[in-house]
């Protein structure tokens, strides 16, 4: 009896051990990996048939404070003025900022740097190529005041807009994968083990580039509807350049910056002179790449990131 109360005493502390670790490990993810996102923010079919953002709201997305301006852009601090003269921010979620405050964001650190224009950063969690000539044929057809545009091009643009059934598959789908799927969704000591184990992994950008290829539907896909935002901006004589993101994995020295993918879009910006510039350089003089990511993330910008953005947009 006295080894089976040993063993039972053993258990419960066990339990309670992996119960702590278990919260700890919550609260943790709650503050480095929240993807929660308040769709109380979001108007359907905004922008003809792509969402956008309600203006004038405030809210958590990736639990830090998120607010939106007049316009129903990601609040720049800025806005409010209403400047004649207007220069449009268009991106994913990595322009929208999220994961930083309002005033971290880049768009909103060169506002500030750019006074003489009120800087509207219309970007939204998921747009894509498609998304984008929505945005615009919408904005620019209602605003005469639009003077500049940018828009931040993210590799995962090329595919975003298709339907999962048409990609192929990234991870193989099999009774492991189910059960390791299951634990990340439940098991938050597992799913924080597993972030922290593949931070460095370049798996997902892997996983993107092998669109980059002339001949991919994706990538024609994705370019056409990029000159069809080009022209867009042209017939008002709007001023339009791309800005071609970088991956946390292209940072490092593994990677030949002559033979990324970012080279296929440069090369079909170049014959149908569509302005652009290449942050990749840029982000690569950094020494601690890492630094300018959210944890174990490939695409979001941390705080110093957006910084480094922001000085690369107004060099």
Not at 28 to 41: H, M, Q, T, W
Not at 204 to 209: G, H, I, L
Not at 224 to 250: A, G, T
Request: hydrophobic residues 40%.
């Amino acid at each position: 009896m006295g080894r089976i109360k040993k063993n039972f005493f053993l258990l419960i502390i066990l339990l309670l051990a992996v119960v702590v670790v278990e919260g700890i490990a919550r609260i943790i993810l709650a503050n480095a990996y929240n993807r929660n996102f308040d769709a109380s923010l979001i108007q359907p079919n905004k922008y003809n048939h792509s969402d956008g953002l309600k203006p004038n709201r405030s809210g958590i997305v990736w639990g830090k404070n998120f607010s939106t301006d007049q316009y129903g852009g990601r609040n720049t601090g800025t806005s409010a003025k209403a400047r004649k003269r207007k220069f449009l921010f268009i991106g994913d979620s990595v322009t929208e900022g999220v994961g930083v405050e309002d005033e971290q964001t880049f768009s909103s650190i060169a506002a500030k740097q750019l006074p003489e224009f009120d800087v509207v950063n219309l970007s939204l969690i998921g747009y894509s190529t498609q998304d984008y000539v929505n945005v615009l044929s919408a904005v620019l057809s209602s605003d005469s005041a639009i003077e500049l545009v940018n828009l931040f091009y993210c590799l995962n643009d090329v595919y975003a807009g298709a339907a999962n059934a048409e990609l192929p598959v990234m991870a193989k789908q099999n009774f492991w994968a189910t059960c390791s799927h299951w634990l990340q969704e439940n098991i938050s000591i597992y799913k924080l083990l597993k972030l922290w184990y593949f931070r460095n992994a370049d798996n997902y950008y892997r996983y993107d580039a092998s669109f980059y290829e002339s001949s991919s539907p994706y990538f024609q896909k994705a370019m056409q509807q990029l000159s069809v935002c080009d022209s867009l901006c042209k017939e008002k004589n709007i001023f339009f350049n791309v800005i071609l993101l970088p991956y946390r994995s292209q940072l490092g020295n593994t990677y030949d910056t002559a033979t990324t993918p970012q080279k296929f879009v440069r090369t079909y910006f170049e014959q149908h002179e569509i302005s652009y510039n290449d942050a990749l350089d840029f982000f690569r003089e950094e020494e601690n790449p890492a630094a300018l990511y959210l944890f174990a993330d490939e695409i979001h910008l941390s705080e110093k990131g957006h910084q480094k953005m922001a000085s690369f947009l107004v060099e």
